[in-house]
């Protein structure tokens, strides 16, 4: 699979398009209730799109959990990479800031996913770094939380809700919300998202005519 050209594909489509794919395929993909903070709040026209590079954070009393690695996570973030934080349940610190973003922006990182809070959010907005969070916080990390892996698994959410998400997976991050599709479903997404599109334009040509919901749906949708 030709990774990089299936990924300047993507970028003409959503995570609307994307997310609606992966329900056709029965595939889990959306990581619930983070939205943009960003370069703006919920506005403008930020798309991030990327290779998911996963960082699993603990709580500091986690004594169960795999050591911090040597080197910080920031700085082993790819080049052209979406950072996925997932931090403690109930963490009030953030796990993200402005001093990151700065290394994170020097080394070519598209944006960061985080299941959790950040702050230095003037700062953020100034670098026009796109952020996708749960929310805020001025606390930092230190006595709360620490990076306890990377590259691994992390689990996005809680509950039936939750996605899991794997380093590499494909993110598509936007106004409407987060999306992950899993590498190997790449070119499938793609495939649906073209004709799906081509489906909507032709609903809302007729919509706009005056045509009814129901037999423009019927026409077109089946």
């Not at 594909?9 to 994307?18: H, P, Q, T």
């Not at 050591?67 to 080049?79: I, L, R």
């Not at 070119?187 to 423009?216: N, P």
């Amino acid at each position: 699979m030709d990774v990089h050209n299936s990924l300047l594909k993507l970028e003409n489509y959503g995570s609307c398009e994307v997310g609606d794919a992966l329900t056709k395929l029965n595939t889990p993909c959306f990581l619930p209730d983070l939205c943009l903070y960003s370069p703006e709040y919920l506005s403008g026209e930020t798309k991030v799109i990327g290779p998911a590079y996963t960082v699993q954070m603990v709580s500091v009393k986690d004594t169960q959990a795999p050591p911090t690695p040597q080197e910080h996570f920031v700085d082993t973030a790819p080049e052209g990479s979406v950072v996925v934080i997932s931090a403690p349940a109930g963490a009030i610190n953030a796990v993200w800031g402005g001093l990151m973003t700065t290394r994170a922006k020097h080394l070519g990182v598209k944006g960061v996913v985080i299941d959790g809070r950040f702050r230095d959010l003037e700062e953020q907005r100034e670098m026009n770094f796109p952020i996708f969070a749960r929310g805020l916080s001025c606390l930092g990390a230190g006595g709360f939380t620490r990076c306890g892996g990377v590259r691994v698994p992390v689990k996005i959410g809680a509950g039936e809700s939750a996605v899991t998400v794997q380093s590499s997976d494909i993110i598509v991050a936007d106004l409407n919300g987060v999306v992950v599709i899993p590498l190997e479903k790449l070119e499938e997404v793609i495939e649906i998202c073209a004709i799906s599109s081509v489906v909507d334009a032709k609903c809302m040509a007729d919509l706009k005519s005056g045509k009814d919901i129901r037999s423009t749906f019927k026409l077109h949708r089946g």
